[in-house]
């Protein structure tokens, strides 16, 4: 098991879950007075079963579909690239957010957490590296976003959340960095380059 743990790899996923990306519904959450911890962990298992799924089923949907890895490549990594830079350039401000607790878990876990950037680079990792790699670094990844909201919680009263924005941002750059090498091993596998 140890020697399948990939510390990048696991780093990869987590900075694209970006749970900090996540921490201004909760702040909004808080004001509401709601249970941030519960929220968080509900929107953490949810985000975490449709990676899953996505891991156990991903790879077959190549054939399915008729689609070549390098396409969804440059296609993930295109969407990776706009989150990036949402991310990146994300305000602050949450303006509004849904009213019940189920509905804000539901929020949290997609799009903010498991979407479509997640999704594709999910699928793609799967394919290159099998199910039996990417799933326990999933599994760790998913364990860091739980810590780091069940951290929040705990200290939501004393967090600056300008801090928290700008921390997300530099997530961002990273996921744009991602994104980056995502289209650019997709466009060398279309046009036959070396890699």
Same mark, same amino acid.
């Given at each position: 098991?140890?020697?399948?743990?990939? /510390?990048? $790899?696991? =780093?990869? %996923?987590?900075v694209?879950?970006?749970?900090?990306?996540?921490?201004?519904?909760?702040?909004a @959450?808080?004001s509401?007075q709601?249970?941030?911890k519960?929220?968080?962990?509900?929107a953490t298992?949810?985000?975490?079963a449709?990676?899953?799924?996505?891991?156990l089923i991903?790879?077959?949907l190549?054939?399915?579909?008729?689609v070549?890895?390098?396409?969804f490549?440059?296609?993930?990594?295109? /969407?990776? $690239?706009? =989150?990036? %830079?949402s991310?990146?350039?994300?305000?602050?401000?949450?303006?509004?957010?849904?009213?019940? @607790?189920?509905?804000?878990?539901s929020?949290?876990?997609?799009?903010l957490?498991?979407?479509?950037a997640?999704i594709?680079?999910?699928?793609?990792?799967?394919?290159?590296?099998g199910?039996?790699?990417?799933?326990?670094n999933t599994?760790?990844?998913?364990?860091l976003?739980?810590?780091?909201f069940? /951290?929040?919680a705990? =200290?939501?009263?004393?967090?600056?959340?300008?801090?928290v924005?700008?921390a997300?941002?530099?997530?961002?750059?990273?996921l744009?960095?991602?994104?980056?090498?995502?289209?650019?091993?997709?466009?060398?596998?279309l046009?036959?380059?070396?890699s």
């Amino acid at each position: 098991m140890l020697d399948i743990i990939s /510390i990048p $790899l696991i =780093l990869q %996923i987590f900075v694209l879950i970006n749970p900090l990306s996540s921490l201004p519904v909760l702040v909004a @959450a808080y004001s509401k007075q709601m249970k941030v911890k519960d929220i968080a962990l509900r929107a953490t298992m949810i985000a975490f079963a449709l990676a899953v799924t996505i891991i156990l089923i991903g790879p077959f949907l190549f054939d399915i579909f008729n689609v070549s890895v390098p396409s969804f490549r440059v296609a993930g990594g295109i /969407i990776l $690239l706009m =989150l990036g %830079i949402s991310t990146a350039r994300k305000s602050d401000d949450m303006k509004s957010s849904p009213d019940t @607790a189920e509905a804000l878990s539901s929020l949290i876990a997609t799009p903010l957490l498991t979407g479509p950037a997640t999704i594709s680079f999910l699928t793609i990792k799967t394919y290159e590296l099998g199910i039996l790699t990417i799933l326990p670094n999933t599994v760790v990844a998913f364990i860091l976003v739980g810590a780091v909201f069940t /951290i929040f919680a705990a =200290l939501i009263p004393r967090i600056n959340t300008k801090i928290v924005g700008i921390a997300s941002r530099i997530l961002g750059l990273f996921l744009t960095a991602v994104a980056i090498e995502m289209i650019s091993a997709g466009v060398k596998g279309l046009f036959g380059l070396a890699s």
